[in-house]
């Protein structure tokens, strides 16, 4: 036996006999959904300079830059569909064995995967619609989208004339503190905390899987390339997401792609 087969051979005897599990999940889980690490070469943050929130709070300038970022890229948020390693969470929680699922991400594929929005605790936001930031009033973006491309409009709320942004923390702004008290709740609570696809390095979020180690929970780490925590897992994969944590649930391959690059046409299939 492999030191890979054995490694995934634990990982299905770990997620077996855990009764609690805390999925907390990164970008690599959703990069075989064709969605890109954005810090990495390539990615949006590679080719837009980071608006920071105090920015977006003085300038009108500053307002404009960060939606033409936003909808730069939006053909890949909005063509995105869960992949298997997200059907294999999903899975997990429909089983009763993940109670919560904490995430990085802000492209609601979780929800997508069937997740209810009461297991999913986003400590980042959600960047599928917007919300004004004095009175929290909820806005689809596609209406924005058509104005601010047809008419250059910044959009504010109807209700309280705030500023509107998508529903994300940006750099710069404050954690979400409901959401960070949900977080430690359910990292507390668990026996097995399973990161998976996150470099664990955007704290304060990479500090609840060591504080669920502390707390005597397992701790399993699935991601493509090592991290600082490695030293203290009980287990670390350096794998593929989708094929590990799919084959470990028992949930069946991901479909051809579709090619999500808007270069390419809708429906494309990749190669």
């Avoid at 350096?238 to 391959?253: D, K, M, S, Y």
Wanted: glycine share 8%; with cysteine; proline share 6%.
């Amino acid at each position: 036996m492999t030191r890979a087969d054995a490694a995934f051979e634990r990982l299905c005897e770990l997620l077996q006999s855990a009764r609690r599990i805390a999925v907390f999940t990164g970008a690599g889980v959703s990069t075989e959904s064709g969605i890109p690490d954005f810090r990495s070469p390539g990615g949006i943050w590679s080719r837009y300079r980071i608006v920071q929130f105090q920015e977006f709070l003085d300038s009108a300038d500053a307002r404009r830059e960060y939606w033409q970022r936003r909808f730069a890229s939006d053909a890949v948020v909005q063509g995105a569909r869960p992949n298997r390693g997200h059907r294999a969470i999903a899975q997990l929680v429909a089983d009763g064995k993940a109670h919560a699922v904490i995430t990085q991400n802000v492209d609601g594929l979780h929800q997508k995967s069937g997740i209810a929005d009461d297991r999913i605790i986003q400590l980042h936001g959600n960047a599928t619609y917007a919300h004004c930031l004095d009175c929290a009033a909820r806005y689809e973006l596609a209406p924005i989208k058509q104005a601010f491309l047809d008419r250059g409009t910044l959009p504010t709320c109807r209700r309280c004339n705030g500023l509107v942004k998508t529903a994300t923390v940006s750099f710069g702004e404050a954690m979400p503190a409901d959401a960070m008290r949900r977080a430690e709740a359910a990292t507390l609570a668990a026996d097995l905390f399973l990161v998976v696809g996150s470099s664990l390095v955007v704290y304060p979020a990479a500090g609840f899987p060591l504080l669920a180690k502390r707390n005597g929970a397992r701790l399993v780490i699935l991601t493509r390339d090592p991290t600082a925590q490695d030293p203290y897992a009980d287990l670390v994969l350096n794998a593929e997401i989708g094929p590990t944590l799919g084959a470990a649930v028992g949930i069946q391959a991901d479909p051809p792609p579709i090619a999500l690059d808007p270069t390419l046409g809708p429906g494309t299939q990749i190669p």
